[in-house]
C-alpha cells in the first residue's frame, strides 16, 4: 500500500525527516520553491520485506533434500529446520513447565527447570542471518556427504537465480 499527497513545503517543515535526511530535506525544500512553487509530494510505503523470497525456497528446498538424503543425525525435519533457526538466531522464547501449567518466557533467566527453546520465525530473520542460516545448512550437508540430482538442482538454481 502506498499513500502520497502534494503539499506546500511551510505546511509540512521538518518535524517528520528524521536526523539523518534534515540537510538533504532542505535541500529539497529549497529546490521546490524555485521550481516548483513551493510544493512537494510526501510519499509513505510499507517497508521492503527483510528477506527475499528465494531465499526463503532455497532454504526450505536445502533442509528438505538434506532430510530426504538420510545423511542427517536429526530426529524430524522439524528438529533439523529448529536447529539451524536456534544455531543461527538463537530462541525467541523459551517454554516450561511450573505447577502443572505451560509457561512462555522470552528470556532463560526465567526459566525454572527443564525447558524447551521456541526458534525465531524465518519471517523475522535478517538478511544477514538467512544468509547464514542457508549456508550453515550447505556447510553442514556437503560435510555429511549429499550428492543427489535434487540438491545439484537447488545449488545450480540458487547461483544462476532460477530456484522456483
Excluded: C
Excluded at 510526501?42 to 520485506?49: A, F, H, V, W, Y
Amino acid at each position: 500500500m502506498t499513500v502520497s499527497w502534494t503539499t506546500k513545503v511551510e505546511e509540512l517543515g521538518l518535524a517528520i525527516v528524521p536526523l539523518q535526511y534534515r540537510t538533504q530535506a532542505k535541500e529539497l525544500f529549497a529546490e521546490a520553491g524555485k521550481k516548483r512553487n513551493g510544493y512537494v509530494t510526501i510519499k509513505m510505503t510499507l517497508p521492503e520485506r527483510v528477506g527475499t523470497d528465494q531465499q526463503n525456497r532455497a532454504f526450505h528446498a536445502l533442509l528438505g533434500e538434506y532430510w530426504r538424503s538420510g545423511l542427517s543425525s536429526y530426529e524430524s525435519y522439524d528438529d533439523m529446520r529448529d536447529s539451524f533457526k536456534l544455531r543461527v538466531a538463537g530462541a525467541d522464547e523459551y517454554i516450561f513447565i511450573e505447577d502443572g501449567k505451560v509457561r512462555h518466557v522470552p528470556n532463560l533467566e526465567q526459566v525454572r527447570g527443564r525447558y524447551a527453546e521456541v526458534p525465531k520465525s524465518w519471517a523475522d530473520f535478517s538478511l544477514d542471518q538467512r544468509k547464514e542460516a542457508i549456508d550453515m545448512v550447505i556447510a553442514e550437508a556437503v560435510m555429511a556427504g549429499i550428492n543427489s540430482r535434487k540438491w545439484d538442482e537447488i545449488i545450480t538454481g540458487m547461483q544462476d537465480g532460477t530456484l522456483d
